[in-house]
């Protein structure tokens, strides 16, 4: 049998390297969430039909993903008075948040929704389809599809 020559996107193997590297540190809370980002990108590989590999682009929607749920997980502990929990999961946000692009500021995501806006020619809130569909391609994961389709709104009405 041939030994078949496997290309592992950068992202990933970046994650692998350094979960060994947080493992031989010994700092559970990295080596806890890096080993939960991989598992979520391993479900995510085997989701489907057929098993393969991610590319870096679908690597960084999963851990865009996880880091949505460690936020949203932070803020209901918060609400329910649950500090503890509410740091930890703050913790492990912010864990992945470092592998993710830099988040635009709001005057920048301002100005690229304004860009879009004029580059479409749109004039109304029927036109928001239209641009959040190139402003999404524009962001380009550097900031949250809530952000933006509210700067598209708000630009549009």
Excluded: H, I, N, W
């Excluded at 598992?39 to 865009?64: F, H, I, N, Y």
Aim: hydrophobic share 45%.
């Amino acid at each position: 049998m041939r030994d078949r020559l496997v290309l592992v996107p950068d992202l990933k193997q970046k994650l692998r390297d350094d979960l060994t590297t947080a493992m031989k540190a010994r700092d559970e809370l990295t080596t806890a969430t890096l080993r939960m980002v991989l598992a979520a990108v391993t479900a995510e590989e085997v989701a489907g039909k057929e098993a393969r590999e991610l590319t870096d682009d679908e690597v960084q929607a999963v851990l865009r993903r996880e880091a949505k749920k460690r936020r949203e997980a932070a803020e209901a502990f918060a609400g329910a008075g649950r500090t503890e929990q509410a740091e930890r999961e703050q913790a492990e946000g912010d864990v992945v948040a470092a592998y993710l692009p830099q988040q635009l500021s709001d005057a920048d995501l301002t100005a690229l929704v304004a860009e879009v806006v004029a580059a479409t020619g749109a004039s109304g809130l029927g036109d928001m389809g239209k641009v959040m569909g190139r402003a999404t391609k524009e962001v380009a994961g550097r900031a949250e599809g809530g952000r933006v389709a509210a700067e598209v709104r708000r630009q549009l009405a």
